[in-house]
């Protein structure tokens, strides 16, 4: 489970992020979605403990991610949206220093089986340097499940990966939340998220503008898919943030 | 024109973006423009004025000797860093495809390629000329077009190895294997600059010292009438010189024109080698299908009683084993060793007494030649995860662990070699017992704790995004790090002078066995704990603090 309480990241004069609460249940996959710059990234980071959170508590697994770093971050699985990783490893001596930093048991046999299913088998034993974009994200993958973690967090899933594998990540990332798990996923892919969250929230000028599954967001605004519901919500979240920002008359 | 005012305008919105490190870089140059400014004004004035000198002639020969000396070190200097320079700014760049995409010819893309290579080979070179000639043109009461003929000449000389670096790098880059041009660019530039400094150190200029006054004169007069030949450093000196009475010689001119030569047919051939496709090399190496399921080798399961930290031991040994970035810095640390060893080699003194001060201060050396290991080896060693810093981040281990187990990776060979140079510098400069004893002693001290330091102060300013390991100490925090290094070496000397001093006093007395001894030793241990943890903790806290894009 995710847990966001009242969220608030500032980065000099500005607020990325103001006040933003929600939770993400066991077995559940949840979108995250906004424009650019609304502020998914930084939610993101805040949850993942890349960053600290000028306000508010956020709990993986239970446990507060700033005060109780280590224990979260053992339940913690995350997919960042940009596949950095070491260049000069292997595939498969990536994944064994991360079995051993995770302390997965029998993680050798793990890393194998995710190999496999994600076809990479082949490639394993070559530097990382060597592999395209995709092979590269479908690694990220693999290194972010090994230790069947309680909470995945995927930051931007589908870039670089080709259809076949787009559409195996996409039915890994339900069959991953069916096993009691939290999924937590940011995209601007409508289509994406129409597929697979249970829910979404849709973030805005740093504040959630909308939330809820797709049947309420539609009773909610009026609107029939979630595209159009996207820029219904984010639309109205521009104008309220306008009118806030506004002078007020003396 | 236009494509050259859109890079200037990127470099300011640079500054802006992060002044402080701006401010931290010109002020560090400007300290070091005005203790060469000041160093040359005085050896100039000290070289007329001496006595051994005795005509005006000689020493305007010696000075022009001296500047073409520093001009052929300069040269090679630049042209050992040209290599990996011209490979990224001319193929590798990221802006590269987009500039070629502009609606402008491509060998105009590749004049601001080649300018970019020359401005990063060649300006810090030049940066470090510009005090010596300006000290020497004050010093010598040059005429004003001095000042703007000596700035050309230098300028010019150092293009004609950005020139020829440029066209080795694309024979390189025909040659090397798919995807390891950058590698072996770099080694090779840090074999040759190794080479270097050893080949410098082997002349031995304290044998200067053993000559008489008049084998100094005969000395001083074969130097003075020395030529290099008719080549590139002398036409620069030639034109120096001439400038001062406010001539313009012919060398200037033959150097103004090679090198606009050289660097116009540079960016021709780089613009049809990139066209042709010739760079090859860049290009990554197509993964092989191997399926084999391969085990952990022999060397990394001895590794796994240390838990995680033995695992990050193991990933940091991979990758220095297989980055020539990495690596060739070990290389470096090895000239530093070898010239220090045959410094210390070829002391010859006849007196004990004098043998244990030399030992003594020998101490204070050994430390800073640590100080300088670890700012190469250690301290950078954080900042080395990269971008794949949040790998160890959204991990389940605290920012401690990371920096322990970082502090326990560079450990073992700065010990190795604290320890292993202060007992053969001991053994070299033939030190009484005390001595002896307390050399190793102080060598190990000095490496534990400028390894904390490095790791500690390296983890507490982290540079994630350095691309070269060498950029990494280039920060405030890298000079926090020489400073007080360098104070501890101080630091533990002063602390040893005193049984030092007691072993002159009496010399057939073994200090370390009496209990002031004892205590003494024991002081030196906690400080060199002390030391060693503050920064630790520091680091381990800011490290923790640390957010990406801070």
Redesign the interface.
């Known amino acids: 489970m995710i847990e966001v309480h009242d969220l608030a990241k500032r980065y000099g004069r500005i607020e990325a992020v103001r006040g933003v609460s929600f939770t993400a249940y066991p077995g559940e996959v949840l979108g995250l979605l906004g424009p650019n710059g609304a502020g998914k990234s930084t939610t993101i ?1 805040a949850i ?5 959170p000028t306000r508010g508590r956020v709990s993986l697994a239970g446990y507060d991610v700033v005060k109780e ?3 979260a ?2 339940h ?1 699985g ?1 997919v ?1 949206d ?1 596949p ?3 260049q ?2 292997t595939g ?2 990536l994944l ?3 079995s ?4 997965v048991e029998d993680g ?1 046999a793990k890393a ?1 089986k995710w190999l496999e299913f994600f076809s990479l ?7 990382i ?3 395209s974009h995709g ?1 590269r994200q479908k690694l990220t993958f693999i ?1 972010a499940l090994l230790h069947d973690p309680k909470v995945l967090i995927i930051d931007e899933p589908m870039v670089g990966l080709d259809p076949r594998a787009s559409k195996q990540v996409r039915q890994l990332m339900i069959d991953y939340a069916d096993k009691g798990n939290t999924v937590l996923l940011t995209t601007h892919s409508m289509e994406v998220a129409e597929a697979v969250a249970d829910r979404v929230i849709v973030v805005s000028k740093g504040a959630i503008a909308g939330e809820g599954d797709l049947e309420a967001l539609r009773q909610q605004t009026g609107e029939g898919n979630l595209e159009e519901i996207f820029m219904r919500l984010t639309e109205e979240a521009s104008q309220t943030r306008a009118s806030e920002q506004e002078p007020t008359p003396a | 024109m236009m494509i050259f005012a859109m890079r200037l305008r990127g470099a300011l919105n640079g500054v802006k973006t992060n002044p402080g490190r701006y401010v931290f870089v010109f002020g560090f140059l400007a300290l070091v423009y005005w203790a060469t400014f000041a160093m040359t004004r005085r050896a100039v004035r000290f070289l007329y004025s001496y006595e051994v000198v005795d005509t005006i002639d000689l020493a305007s020969a010696i000075a022009q000797r001296s500047l073409e000396a520093l001009f052929i070190i300069l040269m090679l200097g630049v042209a050992f860093s040209v290599l990996t320079t011209a490979i990224t700014t001319l193929y590798s760049s990221e802006d590269l495809p987009f500039l070629l995409s502009l609606p402008v010819p491509a060998v105009q893309v590749f004049y601001l390629k080649v300018t970019e290579t020359y401005l990063n080979a060649a300006l810090l070179p030049a940066i470090f000329t510009l005090p010596v000639l300006v000290g020497v043109g004050l010093e010598l009461g040059a005429a004003p077009s001095y000042y703007v003929i000596s700035l050309a000449a230098v300028l010019a000389l150092y293009a004609i190895p950005v020139a020829i670096g440029g066209f080795l790098s694309l024979l390189l880059m025909r040659v090397a294997p798919a ?1 390891r041009v950058k590698e072996a660019s770099t080694a090779l530039s840090v074999v040759l600059a190794a080479g270097l400094i050893f080949g410098l150190r082997a002349l031995r200029p304290e044998q200067i010292a053993d000559l008489s006054p008049e084998q100094f004169r005969i000395f001083l007069e074969r130097y003075a009438s020395f030529e290099v030949g008719w080549l590139p450093p002398s036409w620069a000196s030639q034109a120096v010189w001439s400038a001062i009475g406010g001539d313009v010689s012919a060398g200037a001119y033959f150097l103004a024109l090679l090198s606009l030569l050289l660097l116009w047919m540079m960016a021709r051939f780089a613009a049809f080698a990139y066209r042709e496709g010739w760079v090859r090399s860049l290009e ?13 080798a022999w060397w990394e399961r001895l590794f ?1 009683p240390l ?2 930290t ?3 031991i ?2 940091d040994i ?2 220095l084993v ?2 020539p970035t990495q690596w060739s810095q070990l290389l470096v640390l090895v000239a530093l060793a070898g010239v220090y060893l045959v410094s210390v080699g070829s002391v010859q003194v006849e007196l004990q007494r004098f043998r244990d001060v030399l030992g003594t201060l020998n101490l204070m050396f050994l430390g800073f030649l640590l100080a300088g290991v670890g700012v190469r080896t250690a301290y950078p060693i954080v900042s080395l995860e ?3 810093f ?9 920012s401690t662990s990371i920096v322990m187990s970082k502090f326990w990776n560079a450990l073992p060979v700065m010990a190795i070699l604290g320890f292993g140079l202060g007992y053969t510098a001991a053994r070299l400069i033939d030190v009484s017992p005390t001595l002896a004893f307390v050399s190793p002693i102080a060598g190990l001290s000095a490496a534990i704790v400028t390894t904390g330091l490095g790791i500690g102060l390296g983890a507490a300013f982290p540079r994630f995004d350095a691309t070269n390991p060498s950029e990494i100490p280039l920060s405030p925090g890298g000079l926090l790090y020489m400073t007080l290094s360098l104070a501890y070496a101080t630091l533990m000397t002063l602390v040893l002078a005193w049984p030092a001093w007691q072993t002159l006093r009496r010399p057939g007395e073994f200090y370390w066995s009496q209990p002031e001894g004892l205590v003494l030793l024991g002081l030196i241990t906690l400080l060199t704990l002390l030391v060693t943890v503050l920064p630790l903790l520091l680091g381990s806290r800011r490290l923790a ?1 640390y ?2 894009g801070s």
């Open positions: 980071k993942t403990g890349l960053i600290r770093s280590v224990a971050k053992t913690l995350y960042p940009r950095y990783l070491y000069k490893l498969r001596e064994r220093f991360l051993q930093l995770r302390q050798a194998q088998q082949d490639f394993a034993n070559e530097l340097e060597t592999y092979m290194a | 995807g990554s190496g197509t993964p092989k299908l191997d399926p084999t399921v391969r085990p952990a796994r838990g995680r033995g695992s990050i193991v990933k991979r990758l297989r980055d990269g971008e794949g949040w790998m160890l981040r959204t991990g389940p281990l605290s603090q957010e990406p």
